[in-house]
C-alpha cells in the first residue's frame, strides 16, 4: 500500500504560480515512476507530467511544457509540481500518482496504481 497527499493548491491570478507537492508513504518512493494527472470539470481526468524513478527524466504534456517542471526528493518521500505562467484554463483539480508496476507509460492512467486524493487548482483571470 502507497498513500498519497497533495497540498499546495489554491486561488491565484492568472500568471502566477504555484507549487503542488505529494508526499508519500513507504520506504521505497524512491522505486517509483510517478506522474501529476489533472481533471477540470465536466472533463475527463488528463496527463499533466511524470518523472523516472531517479528524476533524470521528466515528461508533460504540450500545454504545460515551459511553463510547469516536475522534480522529486526521494530523500523526503516528497515529488513537486513547480507551475509557473498560470492560465485559467489551468484549472482544475491535481492529482498525483505511482506506478509501483513499472509500466513506465507517463500518460495512461490506468497503468497508475496509487493515487491522492487531489489538491484543487483555481485560476482566475
Known amino acids: 500500500q502507497v498513500q498519497l497527499v497533495e497540498s499546495g493548491g489554491r486561488l491565484v491570478q492568472a500568471g502566477g504560480s504555484l507549487r503542488l507537492s505529494c508526499a508519500a508513504s513507504g520506504r521505497t518512493f524512491s522505486s517509483y515512476f510517478m506522474g501529476w494527472f489533472r481533471q477540470a470539470p465536466g472533463k475527463e481526468r488528463e496527463f499533466v507530467a511524470a518523472i523516472s524513478e531517479s528524476g533524470g527524466r521528466p515528461y508533460y504534456t504540450d500545454s504545460v511544457k515551459g511553463r510547469f517542471t516536475i522534480s522529486r526528493d526521494n530523500a523526503k518521500n516528497t515529488a513537486y509540481l513547480q507551475m509557473n505562467s498560470l492560465k485559467p484554463e489551468d484549472t482544475a483539480i491535481y492529482y498525483c500518482?505511482?506506478?509501483?508496476?513499472?509500466?513506465?507509460?507517463?500518460?495512461?492512467?490506468?497503468?497508475?496504481?496509487?493515487w491522492g486524493q487531489g489538491t484543487q487548482v483555481t485560476v482566475t483571470s
Open positions: 500518482a505511482v506506478d509501483v508496476t513499472g509500466y513506465r507509460r507517463p500518460t495512461y492512467a490506468r497503468d497508475y496504481d496509487y
